[in-house]
């Protein structure tokens, strides 16, 4: 039974399988390769660069021969595990694509919004069944300094609506907000699993070829072609597409471009119809709050709350292991802040918590590289912000593939590639002090301190 008094307490029968991914319906797993193949392309990932990918070089060429390998279950990594938010940004936020990119910011913003208006198109072409709602995002204030960087978001004509203390508890209530901006077009709240396997499904019908359980272990060229070493047999295709995410590229330059960054989530139960009125939150929007050390939270189609975020834990020599999954420490500071958040909601429980791996790179939005004259193109590094960026990846990697210049593959963010990660045990003392620098920084009203200052001087900074 859970002790009101001890918010911790609403974890103790939580399941360790991420919510989304628990569902009867689960599809079954496709059979692995068996015997050796010729193929057009070659899709190595099961997630959604991978999917998105197979599923527009079929609409653009149709008799084009797509077999997509996934080393596991499709979408049960990074896919299968994040919060739903299917964000118009393709580069965690205009911010820091001003940062980075303060030429093309406003382009890269008119080719994200159309982006997310093309994947609400897809759903309803296609009969999507992911529970695809876009109801914007609300970034809330929880402390007074933050408030000014709100305020100055407000944009009617850009569906971007400021409202402060009074005006958000219309919408949302809790006593640690001070403010809100409401970004009614930015973003879309979706089922994550149930987007991949509906995505899967699409590709099928469109006749491309799907693997679970088909790790590939090598790639090379012979004779002018590539071949992918599997357990299962060799693939011999005409181009590739790396669609691996947080695991080492085939490609073993690429590899230290990226670091695997563990982040955290929990559910609650459904809330009751009273709980739901006590909170407000009638139009469903998704929600974050501003700090280094940020909190995302929405509701899903059977009114559960998803609250995860706060700590972004690094671990020794860039590995991922399935114990990594599972952090009781984290789990325990993520229940106490969101009973401190939403206190009205008593002793409501927890049905699941889990975790997993996110692709950093050191300007926190996807980069692009080829390999073999153009036979082989790779992206990673969507750093927590990708179920909407996978989509344009896959279309700039198809155009990368084509040989064509088109508007994107002309754009700086596809021609530049973000500064490597340093080996260890630089890489994890880097990453710690950097995080120290940030947890700082929340607690001195953001003010940025050398370190950041000088990272984001060098191209590496960021702010999130």
Known sequence: MQDSTDPTSSLASASTTPFWLDDPNRPEALPPLSGSSTTDLVIV???YTGLWTALLAKEREPDRRV????GQRLGWSASGRNGGFCDFSLTHGEGN???HLPEENELLTRMGLQ???????AVERYGLDCEFERTGEMNVATEDYQIPELAAGHDPDADAYFMDAAELAEHIVSPTFKAGLWTKRSTAMLHPAKLVWELARVARELGVEIHEHTPVRSLSRRNGHMVLRTDGGDVTASQVALATNAFPSLLRRMRWHTVPVYDYALMTEPLSDAQLE???WSER???ADLANRFHYYRLTADNRILWGGWDAVY???????REYDQRPETFETLARQFHETFPQLGTVR?????GGAVDTCSRFFPFFTTAYSGRVVYTAGFTGLGVGATRFAGNVMLDLLSGASTERTELQMVKKTPLPFPPEPLAWAGIKVTTRAMIKSDQNEGKRGPLLKLLDAIGIGFDS
């Open 350 to 354: 927890f049905t699941h918590k889990w």
């Open 97 to 99: 694509g001003q940062k």
């Open 285 to 287: 929007f998704g929600m």
């Open 45 to 47: 990932g099961g997630g």
């Open 67 to 70: 077999m997509l390998l996934e």
């Open 278 to 280: 006590s909170i407000g």
């Open 315 to 321: 671990y020794y020599g860039r590995t991922l292991k």
């Open 115 to 121: 982006n997310l208006d093309e994947i609400q198109e």
